[in-house]
């Protein structure tokens, strides 16, 4: 049994099997992928996640129980979060809070932002509930026009998935903000969270996030995702 510093070391290893938990996840993930991340159209709406990436999205949000609560760290034009929608379709009082500033106040996220996305062009929150509501997600979706820090402050709703793909220089901050409000048995995700194709500042916070091996367990590594289950 891998402890997670291990698992962190070969998921980010450049050459060798990544067989972790026993199955032969990278086979599972690509055929996740194939199956379920094409379903909406990357370049349109500006996504930048991986179709291995979205079916695994898809897949963890088709998991969880009735009535689960997801938060999504960076919304974007909604590629993400209609992966995770399409999952939680059907289930009975499932909500996905999807907070991003959009094109609000541009000077205010030039300064509150990373550089990660240009900010000429980004989608409004209007384009996106529209895109939501197209393919059926309206009342699943409640997109927050804000910055995730200032809906920590105020926030009051227990949470069974947290995805986190905002500011990559804030990554732990998001997660300690919202981890008073984690289920026992949540799903805690990061994107971008790999030295080759991701941000440094998030490989070191993850590291932080999963260094405690009695809080963490299913750990799951994804292209650029790691992610595990919060035992509480
Ligand atoms: C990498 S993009 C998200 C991509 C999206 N998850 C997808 O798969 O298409 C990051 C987004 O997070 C937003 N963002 C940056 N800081 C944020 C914060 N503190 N709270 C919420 N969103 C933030 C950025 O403006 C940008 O739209």
Redesign the pocket.
């Known amino acids: 049994m891998l402890t997670n510093a291990e698992f962190l070391d070969r998921a980010w290893s450049e050459s060798g099997p990544k067989l972790i938990s026993g199955f032969s996840r990278p086979f599972f993930h690509n055929l996740m992928g194939i199956l379920h991340g094409y379903k909406y159209d990357k370049k349109s709406?500006?996504?930048?996640?991986r179709h291995s990436e979205?079916g695994m999205l898809y897949c963890w949000s088709r998991q969880l129980p009735a009535s689960a609560t997801i938060v999504?760290?960076?919304?974007?034009?909604?590629?993400?979060?209609s992966y995770l929608a399409a999952g939680c379709k059907g289930k009975q009082g499932c909500q996905i809070y999807s907070?991003?500033?959009?094109n609000s106040n541009l000077e205010r996220?030039a300064e509150?932002?990373?550089n990660?996305?240009s900010?000429d062009n980004?989608?409004a929150r209007d384009l996106v509930a529209e895109r939501l509501s197209q393919s059926g997600f309206g009342d699943i979706v409640e997109l927050i026009e804000?910055?995730?820090?200032d809906?920590a402050a105020k926030w009051s709703k227990p949470i069974d998935f947290l995805?986190i793909?905002?500011?990559?220089e804030?990554a732990l901050q998001?997660f300690n903000d919202f981890k008073p409000w984690l289920k026992k048995g949540a799903r805690v995700a990061l994107?971008?969270a790999h030295p080759r194709y991701g941000y440094q500042e998030v490989v070191r916070d993850v590291a932080q996030i999963f260094a405690n091996d009695d809080e963490w367990c299913e750990m799951e590594h994804v292209k650029s995702i790691i992610t595990g289950i919060y035992r509480g």
């Open positions: 709406y500006g996504g930048m996640i979205a999504e760290i960076g919304c974007y034009g909604g590629l993400s979060t907070i991003d500033p959009f996220q509150l932002t990373d990660c996305v900010l980004k989608p804000g910055y995730s820090q809906v995805w793909d905002g500011n990559h804030q998001d994107h971008d």
